[in-house]
Structures are given as C-alpha cells and as structure tokens.
Nanobody
C-alpha cells in the first residue's frame, strides 16, 4: 500500500513563491520516479515536473526556470519550489508515483499512485 501526502498549497500573488511537499508512505517496486502534476480548472491533468531516484529532473516547458523539484530519499519526500508564479499556474497540484520507467514520466495516466492534491491559487 502506497500513500502520498501533499502539503504547502495556498493563495499567493502573481510573482510570489510557494513550496509544495509530498511524503510517501509505503513502497512499491516502481517508486523511483516521483512526479508533480496539476489540474487547472476545466482542464485535464498535466505534467509539471518529475525526479528520478538519482536526482535527474524534468520539467514542462512553461515551468522551466521557475520551478525546481528536489527530493530527500532518506525521508521519502519530494519538494516542488515554485517561483515567479502566474495566475495561469492556478490549479490543484498532485504528487504522483509508480510509473514503470523514466520514459513515461510525462504521462498522467501512467502514474498509479496519487496524493489527495493541494490547491494553489495565484491572484493577479
């Protein structure tokens, strides 16, 4: 059984910053890659960022340079530092895990384990 627990969302003005945290409880064979995805109002879940067990990172184009993903393997925790936030970043952000390989990291449907989501609202 795998449980992912997110924290750190909230309301911020445009240009501000937030940091999201996700702690994983339990372990499955394919937990090496951890990802952050988001669902904006009226849209499908989209890839935000992912990190491998060894620290290789990946970002969606619109987040590159603004968001930073990191992880603490000893504490089974992954973080998402979000800077220069924009109103279009408003969404529910989800931590996810369990993809069968790094090549599947950008596909929301490939993640079998999801957190409950945390709301991020960016006001203009």
């Amino acid at each position: 059984q795998v449980q992912l627990v997110e924290s750190g969302g909230g309301l911020v003005h445009a240009g501000g910053s937030l940091i999201l945290s996700c702690q994983a409880f339990g372990r499955a064979p394919s937990m090496n890659t951890m990802g952050w995805l988001r669902r904006a109002p009226g849209k499908e879940r989209d890839f935000v960022s992912a990190i491998s067990w060894g620290g290789t990172t990946s970002y969606a184009d619109s987040m590159t340079g603004r968001f930073t993903i990191s992880r603490n393997n000893a504490e089974n925790t992954v973080y998402l530092q979000m800077n220069t936030l924009k109103p279009e970043d408003t969404a529910v952000y989800y931590c996810a895990a369990g993809v069968r390989g790094w090549g599947y990291r950008m596909q929301p449907t490939e993640y079998p384990y999801w957190g409950q989501g945390t709301q991020v609202t960016v006001s203009s």
